[in-house]
């Protein structure tokens, strides 16, 4: 699977979970202003992608992340 | 319970609990639906003290500093205790900062010793000025096998059976310095003594008694003030067991009440925030007659315990919810920063324990707390014992600034005399909160007299903090105020930070310098991040040595603009 991909299938997941258009989203976007979320629905939205992809995430790899195309990135080096 | 006051230290207070209570569980180490590991006190025991003759071995010395930087784990706890056993002054260093910020306070402070866990050690040992890291002794936990340690030790490989020496401290002598601030400011390392964590522990136990089967559940960082006392001092000093969860998922913490029947658990505002917005999502998901149901049932509670606290009662009414907290929590405390009364009606209603109190790192936790009798979530309640409160310069409506006195206040900041005199006042601690004192001693808040803010995961926010990301940005001047300093609310919610951004002489705000100041803005941590910004065309008041005179830039501010003025970035 490629970044490209994997980017892709995170901003579906997010658009699901939080309940807004897909079409809103990109990769560059900081996802806590973009979908006013907190830390914790971010760590929600992190249980939602590893039960996707069928990985292990520990919570501190989303720290210091705010955008979808660096938490692709962190997600790509564990698949 | 242990009687604190036979114990001139935390290390012996804590190794009268390892004694007293061998075959107890003390620690249960869970991580999302899986449980890592178990300890009795004994167990706890056999851990720390190979840990306490490593450090010593190592160089270790009465009064020398060590840091920890770990998540919640048994280790953190095992590590502190084998610090104080040692005679050492912890510095609990809060892990969710960047390893730059970690690397500065770790030079402050001076620590001469480091327990970190790996993934936090390979950021900080890989920042181009590690070097200025003054640890002689670094000890890593759960390294992978063969991972470059750059010169640090592995915690694990540590079971020397050798009895380490007991080292004794006084009252009055340091056990932890806590940075309650100053990340990228000045920092603020409150030095608190054994006495001041002693005292604390003894004023609040009878509200919040431990004893063996009693469980805390620890998801706030173990080094903020609230989890240090509330999920290490306290439950050890009944015999209690501290359940650490190592991930901070709604849904795991949901699971741990059930699954470990939680006794007590501390909060911040945010998490509350969750688990309130959970349960809405539940009760919006029943039938229409099961939320008529539900709606009267917690009428009913509302009107039998509003004097008082009826547990028996509330569980029987709304037992489901009572459930899903396990059914045995006695308390769930928030603090760490201002939670709406709304939100702690809300749990009230159900029947829900719920304690909202007061405090601060400098006062070393907490300096009043509510407690259900009567519920007053107007207030944050009254003066824990042995605590004194004054309002300062009252105005006609008896709102000043809150100024405290215990056993329990730190005795200055470290290497800053200056910073500790400007916080004391004829003895008295001054908080730079605005408050008032109601006939019945409750606590009132109105806001803040100083340029911060507290964000709901309970994290001081200092402008001065942040300033150093925005450096070098291509306008005249800048600088950061915290919204409710510009212009007073007296509320302490929703509080934001300001950029105020003044462009080079004849030009406007330009997109450029926006996307530059946006760009900046997404290098901080989430919670730090400024809100909106605003422009200002003059020049900045500044002191003989360029420093900006901030009160009399917000005072120039407030008098020209309104907070309708800030445009969100």
């Given at each position: 699977?490629?970044?490209?991909?994997?980017?892709?299938e995170?901003?579906?997941?997010?658009?699901?979970?939080?309940?807004?258009?897909r079409?809103?989203?990109?990769?560059?976007?900081?996802?806590?202003?973009?979908?006013g979320?907190?830390?914790?629905?971010?760590?929600?939205?992190?249980?939602?992608?590893?039960?996707?992809?069928?990985?292990?995430?520990?919570?501190?790899?989303?720290?210091g992340?705010?955008?979808?195309?660096?938490?692709?990135?962190?997600?790509?080096?564990?698949? | 319970?242990?009687?604190?006051?036979?114990?001139?230290?935390?290390?012996?207070?804590?190794?009268?609990?390892?004694?007293k209570?061998?075959?107890?569980?003390?620690?249960?180490?869970?991580?999302?639906?899986?449980?890592?590991?178990?300890?009795?006190?004994?167990?706890?025991?056999?851990?720390?003290?190979?840990?306490?003759r490593?450090?010593?071995?190592?160089?270790?010395?009465?009064?020398?500093?060590?840091?920890?930087?770990?998540?919640?784990?048994?280790?953190?706890?095992?590590?502190?205790?084998?610090?104080?056993?040692?005679?050492?002054?912890?510095?609990?260093?809060?892990?969710?900062?960047?390893?730059?910020?970690h690397?500065?306070?770790?030079?402050?402070?001076?620590?001469?010793?480091?327990?970190?866990?790996?993934?936090?050690?390979?950021?900080?040992?890989?920042?181009?000025?590690?070097n200025?890291?003054a640890?002689?002794?670094?000890?890593?936990?759960?390294?992978?096998?063969?991972?470059?340690?750059?010169?640090?030790?592995?915690w694990?490989?540590?079971?020397?059976?050798r009895?380490?020496?007991?080292?004794?401290?006084?009252?009055?002598?340091?056990?932890?310095?806590?940075?309650?601030?100053?990340?990228?400011g000045?920092p603020?390392?409150?030095?608190?003594t054994?006495?001041?964590?002693?005292?604390?522990?003894?004023?609040?136990?009878?509200?919040?008694?431990?004893?063996?089967?009693?469980?805390?559940?620890?998801?706030?960082?173990?080094?903020?003030?609230?989890?240090?006392?509330?999920?290490?001092?306290?439950?050890?000093?009944?015999?209690?067991?501290?359940?650490?969860?190592?991930?901070?998922?709604?849904?795991?913490?949901?699971?741990?009440?059930?699954?470990?029947?939680?006794?007590?658990?501390?909060?911040?505002p945010?998490?509350?925030?969750?688990?309130?917005?959970?349960?809405?999502?539940?009760?919006?998901?029943?039938p229409?007659?099961k939320?008529?149901?539900?709606?009267?049932?917690?009428a009913?509670?509302?009107?039998?315990?509003?004097?008082?606290?009826?547990?028996?009662?509330?569980?029987?009414?709304?037992?489901?919810?009572?459930?899903?907290?396990?059914?045995?929590?006695?308390?769930?405390?928030?603090?760490?920063?201002?939670?709406?009364?709304?939100?702690?009606?809300?749990?009230?209603?159900?029947?829900?324990?719920?304690?909202?109190?007061?405090?601060?790192?400098?006062?070393?936790?907490?300096?009043?707390?509510?407690?259900?009798?009567?519920?007053?979530?107007?207030?944050?309640?009254?003066?824990?014992?042995?605590?004194e409160?004054?309002?300062?310069?009252?105005?006609?409506?008896?709102?000043?600034?809150?100024?405290?006195?215990?056993?329990?206040?730190?005795?200055?900041?470290?290497?800053?005399?200056?910073?500790?005199?400007?916080?004391?006042?004829?003895?008295w601690?001054?908080?730079?909160?605005?408050?008032q004192?109601?006939?019945?001693?409750?606590?009132?808040?109105?806001?803040?007299?100083?340029?911060?803010?507290?964000?709901?995961e309970?994290?001081?926010?200092?402008?001065?903090?942040?300033?150093?990301?925005?450096?070098?940005?291509?306008?005249?001047?800048?600088?950061i105020?915290?919204?409710?300093?510009?212009?007073?609310?007296?509320?302490?919610?929703?509080?934001?930070?300001?950029?105020?951004?003044?462009p080079?002489?004849?030009?406007a705000?330009?997109?450029?310098?926006?996307?530059?100041a946006?760009?900046?803005?997404?290098?901080?941590?989430?919670?730090?991040?400024?809100?909106?910004?605003?422009?200002?065309?003059?020049?900045?008041?500044r002191?003989?040595?360029?420093?900006?005179?901030?009160?009399?830039?917000?005072?120039?501010?407030?008098?020209?603009?309104t907070?309708?003025?800030?445009?969100?970035?």
């Amino acid at each position: 699977m490629t970044l490209q991909n994997t980017t892709d299938e995170i901003l579906n997941l997010a658009a699901q979970h939080f309940k807004v258009s897909r079409e809103e989203l990109r990769p560059d976007d900081d996802f806590f202003k973009k979908l006013g979320i907190n830390s914790l629905q971010a760590l929600d939205l992190l249980t939602t992608i590893e039960n996707h992809f069928h990985i292990e995430l520990p919570d501190y790899e989303l720290q210091g992340v705010s955008d979808f195309r660096t938490l692709a990135e962190r997600i790509q080096s564990r698949l | 319970m242990l009687d604190l006051g036979e114990y001139n230290s935390l290390g012996e207070a804590l190794q009268a609990a390892l004694e007293k209570w061998p075959a107890e569980l003390c620690l249960i180490e869970a991580d999302r639906d899986r449980e890592n590991a178990r300890f009795t006190y004994r167990q706890f025991k056999e851990a720390a003290l190979p840990l306490a003759r490593a450090l010593q071995d190592g160089g270790f010395r009465e009064g020398a500093r060590a840091a920890i930087i770990m998540t919640n784990q048994p280790k953190w706890l095992i590590s502190a205790y084998a610090i104080f056993f040692s005679g050492g002054v912890l510095v609990p260093l809060d892990y969710k900062v960047t390893p730059h910020e970690h690397l500065r306070l770790l030079v402050h402070s001076r620590a001469e010793f480091l327990i970190v866990e790996y993934h936090l050690w390979r950021a900080i040992s890989q920042l181009p000025d590690a070097n200025n890291l003054a640890a002689r002794v670094v000890l890593v936990t759960e390294a992978p096998a063969g991972a470059d340690l750059h010169g640090a030790l592995r915690w694990e490989d540590f079971r020397d059976s050798r009895q380490p020496a007991f080292v004794a401290r006084q009252r009055k002598d340091p056990a932890c310095i806590v940075y309650s601030s100053g990340t990228g400011g000045r920092p603020k390392g409150c030095v608190l003594t054994h006495e001041n964590y002693l005292e604390q522990c003894a004023a609040v136990t009878p509200i919040f008694p431990f004893f063996p089967g009693a469980r805390y559940l620890s998801i706030i960082p173990t080094n903020h003030a609230i989890d240090f006392m509330g999920g290490f001092i306290m439950p050890f000093s009944g015999g209690g067991t501290v359940v650490h969860l190592r991930t901070l998922r709604p849904e795991y913490i949901r699971e741990a009440f059930t699954r470990y029947k939680i006794t007590y658990m501390a909060v911040v505002p945010l998490i509350l925030r969750n688990l309130q917005r959970g349960m809405l999502d539940r009760f919006t998901a029943l039938p229409h007659f099961k939320r008529r149901i539900l709606n009267a049932a917690i009428a009913i509670n509302r009107a039998l315990t509003r004097s008082r606290a009826r547990p028996q009662i509330s569980r029987a009414l709304l037992k489901q919810v009572h459930q899903a907290f396990g059914g045995g929590l006695r308390a769930l405390l928030v603090g760490g920063a201002f939670t709406e009364p709304a939100m702690i009606e809300f749990f009230h209603g159900l029947g829900i324990p719920i304690y909202n109190g007061y405090g601060c790192t400098e006062a070393c936790t907490a300096i009043t707390v509510n407690n259900l009798r009567p519920f007053r979530p107007d207030t944050v309640g009254r003066p824990v014992r042995g605590m004194e409160i004054r309002i300062l310069n009252p105005d006609s409506d008896g709102v000043g600034e809150v100024a405290v006195r215990s056993k329990t206040v730190m005795s200055g900041y470290l290497d800053d005399p200056e910073m500790t005199a400007e916080t004391f006042v004829d003895g008295w601690l001054v908080t730079g909160d605005l408050g008032q004192l109601d006939s019945s001693g409750h606590l009132r808040l109105f806001g803040r007299k100083k340029n911060m803010i507290v964000t709901e995961e309970g994290k001081n926010i200092y402008p001065e903090d942040i300033e150093a990301v925005f450096d070098s940005i291509p306008a005249k001047e800048f600088c950061i105020f915290a919204a409710n300093y510009l212009w007073p609310t007296r509320t302490m919610t929703s509080e934001q930070l300001v950029l105020v951004l003044r462009p080079e002489e004849g030009k406007a705000v330009s997109d450029g310098l926006l996307a530059n100041a946006a760009d900046r803005n997404r290098r901080l941590a989430n919670y730090k991040r400024i809100s909106g910004y605003l422009t200002w065309d003059r020049e900045f008041p500044r002191t003989a040595s360029m420093k900006i005179k901030r009160a009399e830039l917000a005072d120039q501010i407030r008098h020209t603009l309104t907070r309708d003025s800030v445009v969100a970035l």
